[in-house]
């Protein structure tokens, strides 16, 4: 009876450790898990890589945007301040 209930309080106690902590993986469940692990990291360095380029595109791109912008500002302001004129000598 006592052997009976060692063996199921190291199964209870296996599944504890498993839910608790850390535990001792197999080698094949080790190197699945770095293996894993890596492919993350690499996927994430990729998708970071991507980000920057993406953001120094964008970067290129808006000073022409800007530029574009202020020119639209500046003939905006000329027409308002030609109709201004227009009504100011009637």
């Known amino acids: 009876v006592g052997e009976h209930s060692d063996s199921s309080m190291e199964t209870a106690g296996a599944t504890a450790d498993a839910t608790a ?30 980000e920057a380029e993406l953001a120094q595109k964008e970067e290129e791109e808006d000073p022409l945007a800007e530029e574009k912008r202020l020119e639209e500002e500046r003939l905006l302001e000329e027409e308002r ?10």
């Open 81 to 90: 301040q030609r109709l201004h004129e227009e009504w100011l000598l009637r």
């Open 21 to 50: 902590g850390p535990q001792k993986l197999s080698r094949k469940k080790y190197l699945a898990l770095r293996k894993k692990e890596r492919r993350k990291r690499r996927r994430q360095a990729l998708a970071r890589l991507r």
